[in-house]
């Protein structure tokens, strides 16, 4: 039962330009939602996060934005550099006490020159 | 991940062996949790753990698989008995309360040969 799903799972982008990652999610209980970053070798860096009360939230180059009437949320990054290439995460928890996140398969992007 | 440190990073384990992965916490943070990445999947979470506690293992195998946060020293993850379909990158993750962000470690990758 995967509730928070990424249906692409490689991108590719060409410096400069806009990358989209995208994520849905079934449980309607879901009430924030973050993303991580991760490189090979290495564990999930937190990137940036929405609460399900707000439609948009922005730090520097990355956006997310959540529909919650699709159950939907994206990742914005643009410019895209070619440090950005890594596997990007959607997680979702439900309700602000609760521990647990529950991730997505990941997206890698890659960003060429 | 600076500051929530694993090891070992790499494991090897016959089949049959146990594994234990130790997870020393951010300086501060009395939460842990601990998160498994099979291959091609994405982080599934396993178990929480206070000090002294175990608030939430829904995502524990029923067998073999064991955690502890003792009131001194790292968290333990223990699986006896280890299978092939054990092998995987085992994460933990750190915070100051539930509430916070997760800060991820680099991970455990188990091997059994």
């Known amino acids: 039962d995967q509730q928070v799903k990424q249906n692409s799972p490689s991108l590719s982008v060409q410096e400069g330009r806009i990358s989209i990652l995208n994520c849905d999610y079934t449980n309607s209980m879901f009430d924030y939602f973050l993303w991580y970053k991760k490189y090979p070798a290495e564990g999930p860096t937190f990137l940036i996060s929405i609460s399900s009360i707000k439609d948009k939230n922005e730090d520097g180059r990355f956006t997310v934005f959540l529909n919650k009437s699709a159950k939907h949320l994206s990742l914005h990054i643009v410019p895209s550099q070619p440090g950005d290439s890594a596997v990007y995460f959607c997680a979702a928890k439900a309700g602000y006490n609760t521990d647990k996140l529950i991730f997505g398969t990941g997206t890698r992007l890659q960003v060429f020159p | 991940n600076a500051g929530v440190m694993q090891n070992p990073r790499h494991l090897v384990r016959r089949r049959g062996q146990e594994a234990r992965l130790r997870c020393s916490p951010m300086k501060g943070h009395s939460h842990v949790y601990w998160y498994r990445q099979l291959p091609e999947e994405g982080l599934k979470f396993m178990v929480y753990l206070q000090k002294e506690n175990i608030i939430d293992e829904s995502g524990m195998p029923k067998e073999r698989f064991s955690a502890e946060f003792p009131k001194e020293g790292p968290s333990i993850l223990r699986i006896q008995q280890v299978v092939r379909g054990d092998s995987a990158a085992y994460f933990c993750?750190?915070?100051?309360?539930?509430?916070?962000?997760?800060?991820f470690g680099s991970g455990t990758r188990l091997t059994v040969v």
């Open positions: 993750a750190s915070s100051l309360d539930s509430n916070y962000g997760y800060t």
